[in-house]
């Protein structure tokens, strides 16, 4: 659906490039309780969940972005596994939200091109 596309693959490069932002080794104060791998999942289901709610979608295609999503998530956690367990700082979350927000983009356009 969206793995397989130029925006999808631009969109991989976007994380490669701003790796040097999750190799930060000293948090600052008041970093997050939780981790990185409990924001990218949270994020990606909340958006999925949005997508959900937005479109009119037949059983198939939403098991076909539930697959999607999981792909995305394993290409998430291959490329950010050596901090998936750190705690994030303001900015590695608000990278998150703004990535995660960009792969929804993606799922919409090809939802509303393929229908």
Not at 12 to 24: A, D, R, S, V, W
Not at 51 to 68: A, G, K
Not at 79 to 92: A, F, M
Request: proline share 3%; aromatic share 8%.
């Amino acid at each position: 659906m969206i793995t397989e596309t130029d925006g999808y693959v631009e969109l991989i490069h976007y994380l490669t490039e701003q790796l040097p932002l999750f190799e930060q080794r000293k948090l600052p104060a008041g970093s997050a309780n939780y981790t990185l791998r409990d924001v990218l999942e949270e994020k990606l289901s909340q958006h999925m969940m949005a997508l959900f709610e937005q479109n009119d979608i037949d059983q198939d295609t939403r098991l076909d972005i539930v697959r999607e999503a999981d792909a995305i998530m394993y290409d998430l956690e291959e490329i950010l596994s050596s901090v998936l367990d750190n705690h994030p700082s303001e900015q590695q979350e608000t990278f998150i939200i703004e990535f995660v927000g960009l792969v929804k983009n993606l799922f919409d356009q090809r939802l509303n091109t393929k229908g």
